[in-house]
């Protein structure tokens, strides 16, 4: 049988259409701005390359000003005409006839829309810079303010040492950091231009791909042409970077919604962020909480959905097909969740007093008791261990706390383990047995005493500072370019010359 080659002339199968283009016309709204900014900037690309006549640029230009000024929910975009690029090609085609047909001069769609999805992203990605900077700056003023307010830091959900609020809260800060600096230097990859790839080994018509780069504010071009095209670790990458940084904030919100039980009443959420139980009325559900949670699940969902299709064979379309909606959706999300948990954070009550006399019913003070013993009575450390831990098993057998225990106590502890008594000062132990005390001790860099929670949250909403302002810096630079774009292509569609 001789196989046919070139296009068919039937048209689109339904099933085609219902399972494949009405899945691509679904994320028009996302790519519309960006192909919108794309075409003007090849078609202004191809006319400073002299490529196309004069009345056809402006028709071109003067349709593509329309659509960018028109909203995506607005524009007529149809599965039956097929996927975004064609769909818009058929109105074009409806509006300005053959000079429609320039647009493709030396592009093929899928580098229009590779394109136009670094145009959005680039975008999400600065964005995202700044909003998990926020987290981590609000998460930082809020921890200064309860630098001093104590409480038994848990592992394992079982009380560990005694320590602060606000050193707690400040753990979740450094790893915001390092995720909004990691995607800071991810964007000058996100940033880099495809353009001028043509299908998979460039154009002759396009012989210098900075044109176009320099034109849409990319700082770079992606070099190998087929890489243009095809390459999907960068997107891997940001992404990866977006699940780590929810997770963070998950793990933030399972502690927050334990602590703020009936059981443990740690904290309170702000009313705005919690809900109703509409069959118990006595029911106050952090619900924000459930959704910064669940965030995680669906964004390690997103990420391993992304791997599973990319792992086809090279330069095939499934691998970013289903790129154009999931990425910059998953990237939208990741923003939503990270403003939401810093609102969260910061609107916050905290139970002082109820974390006080946690710490203070509890015996969080167990090491810094066996250090004690080590350092008094010139023991080593596993038998100072040993004599400080059955201390507290009888301490606690007796119905008393951590700063009950008595020299008596130990010296009876010490004659079982060690078969000697350690003759313990016991004003001295009762120092050693404070938490607050314990607490004020440390101040080694990256310690839970007061002063060393506030410092590290001033170097910390500091550097948020500057991560913000970066990325800030790089939206503003964008618009810039953009608008340059527009106001080109509005002078030559009205017949500027120049």
């Given at each position: 049988?001789?196989?046919?080659?070139?296009?068919?002339?039937?048209?689109?199968?339904?099933?085609?259409?219902?399972?494949?283009?009405?899945?691509?016309?679904?994320?028009?709204?996302?790519?519309?701005?960006?192909?919108?900014?794309?075409?003007?900037?090849?078609?202004?690309?191809?006319?400073?390359?002299?490529?196309?006549?004069?009345?056809?640029?402006?028709?071109?230009?003067?349709?593509?000003?329309?659509?960018?000024?028109?909203?995506?929910?607005?524009?007529?975009?149809?599965?039956?005409?097929?996927?975004?690029?064609?769909?818009?090609?058929?109105?074009?085609?409806?509006?300005?006839?053959?000079?429609?047909?320039?647009?493709?001069?030396?592009?093929?769609?899928?580098?229009?829309?590779?394109?136009?999805?670094?145009?959005?992203?680039?975008?999400?990605?600065?964005?995202?810079?700044?909003?998990?900077?926020?987290?981590?700056?609000?998460?930082?003023?809020?921890?200064?303010?309860?630098?001093?307010?104590?409480?038994?830091?848990?592992?394992?959900?079982?009380?560990?040492?005694?320590?602060?609020?606000?050193?707690?809260?400040?753990?979740?800060?450094?790893?915001?950091?390092?995720?909004?600096?990691?995607?800071?230097?991810?964007?000058?990859?996100?940033?880099?231009?495809?353009?001028?790839?043509?299908?998979?080994?460039?154009?002759?018509?396009?012989?210098?791909?900075?044109?176009?780069?320099?034109?849409?504010?990319?700082?770079?071009?992606?070099?190998?042409?087929?890489?243009?095209?095809?390459?999907?670790?960068?997107?891997?990458?940001?992404?990866?970077?977006?699940?780590?940084?929810?997770?963070?904030?998950?793990?933030?919100?399972?502690?927050?919604?334990?602590?703020?039980?009936?059981?443990?009443?740690?904290?309170?959420?702000?009313?705005?962020?919690?809900?109703?139980?509409?069959?118990?009325?006595?029911?106050?559900?952090?619900?924000?909480?459930?959704?910064?949670?669940?965030?995680s699940g669906v964004m390690i969902g997103r990420l391993s959905g992304f791997l599973a299709v990319v792992k086809s064979p090279s330069a095939r379309?499934?691998?970013?097909?289903?790129?154009?909606?999931?990425?910059?959706?998953?990237?939208?999300?990741?923003?939503?969740?990270?403003?939401?948990?810093?609102?969260?954070?910061?609107?916050?009550?905290?139970?002082?007093?109820?974390?006080?006399?946690?710490?203070?019913?509890?015996?969080?003070?167990?090491?810094?008791?066996?250090?004690?013993?080590?350092?008094?009575?010139?023991?080593?450390?596993?038998?100072?261990?040993?004599?400080?831990?059955?201390?507290?098993?009888?301490?606690?057998?007796?119905?008393?706390?951590?700063?009950?225990?008595?020299?008596?106590?130990?010296?009876?502890?010490?004659?079982?383990?060690?078969?000697?008594?350690?003759?313990?000062?016991?004003?001295?132990?009762?120092?050693?047995?404070?938490?607050?005390?314990?607490?004020?001790?440390?101040?080694?860099?990256?310690?839970?005493?007061?002063?060393?929670?506030?410092?590290?949250?001033?170097?910390?909403?500091?550097?948020?500072?500057?991560?913000?302002?970066?990325?800030?810096?790089?939206?503003?630079?964008?618009?810039?370019?953009?608008?340059?774009?527009?106001?080109?292509?509005?002078?030559?569609?009205?017949?500027?010359?120049?």
């Amino acid at each position: 049988m001789q196989r046919i080659a070139g296009p068919s002339q039937e048209a689109p199968a339904q099933e085609l259409i219902d399972a494949g283009f009405a899945w691509e016309i679904a994320d028009a709204p996302l790519l519309h701005h960006g192909l919108n900014v794309a075409d003007l900037g090849h078609v202004l690309d191809l006319r400073a390359r002299g490529l196309v006549p004069d009345d056809a640029t402006r028709d071109l230009l003067t349709v593509l000003l329309d659509a960018y000024a028109t909203d995506p929910a607005d524009f007529p975009y149809h599965a039956e005409y097929g996927e975004v690029y064609n769909s818009r090609e058929r109105v074009f085609v409806d509006r300005i006839g053959r000079s429609a047909g320039w647009l493709h001069a030396g592009r093929p769609r899928r580098e229009a829309a590779r394109v136009a999805l670094r145009l959005l992203l680039r975008k999400q990605v600065a964005e995202l810079i700044a909003s998990f900077a926020r987290f981590a700056a609000t998460t930082s003023a809020v921890a200064s303010e309860h630098a001093s307010t104590f409480m038994p830091d848990q592992t394992y959900l079982q009380q560990a040492q005694p320590s602060t609020f606000g050193h707690y809260l400040l753990g979740f800060v450094p790893p915001a950091l390092r995720d909004s600096d990691r995607l800071l230097r991810a964007l000058p990859e996100v940033n880099r231009s495809p353009g001028g790839a043509g299908c998979v080994n460039g154009s002759r018509l396009l012989d210098d791909r900075n044109r176009i780069a320099d034109l849409l504010g990319f700082d770079d071009v992606i070099v190998h042409t087929r890489d243009a095209m095809w390459q999907t670790d960068t997107f891997i990458d940001v992404l990866a970077t977006c699940v780590s940084a929810v997770a963070n904030q998950a793990k933030l919100s399972e502690d927050l919604e334990i602590w703020s039980s009936q059981e443990f009443n740690y904290v309170d959420l702000a009313g705005p962020y919690t809900r109703a139980s509409v069959l118990m009325p006595q029911k106050r559900n952090p619900y924000s909480l459930s959704i910064i949670r669940g965030a995680s699940g669906v964004m390690i969902g997103r990420l391993s959905g992304f791997l599973a299709v990319v792992k086809s064979p090279s330069a095939r379309s499934d691998n970013l097909i289903f790129a154009y909606g999931e990425i910059p959706r998953a990237l939208d999300f990741a923003r939503k969740i990270s403003a939401l948990t810093a609102a969260v954070v910061e609107t916050l009550t905290v139970n002082a007093e109820r974390m006080s006399s946690e710490l203070d019913r509890g015996f969080s003070q167990a090491t810094d008791l066996a250090e004690y013993v080590m350092l008094s009575a010139g023991i080593d450390y596993r038998t100072a261990y040993l004599i400080a831990g059955e201390a507290v098993r009888r301490a606690s057998a007796a119905g008393l706390r951590g700063r009950d225990i008595t020299s008596a106590l130990l010296d009876e502890a010490a004659q079982e383990i060690a078969g000697h008594g350690l003759d313990l000062d016991d004003a001295e132990l009762a120092t050693a047995l404070d938490p607050r005390l314990i607490v004020a001790t440390r101040t080694a860099q990256g310690g839970a005493a007061p002063e060393e929670v506030e410092a590290m949250a001033r170097d910390f909403i500091a550097e948020a500072e500057c991560l913000e302002r970066a990325a800030t810096d790089e939206l503003e630079r964008y618009r810039n370019q953009e608008r340059k774009v527009v106001d080109q292509a509005k002078a030559v569609a009205a017949g500027d010359s120049t």
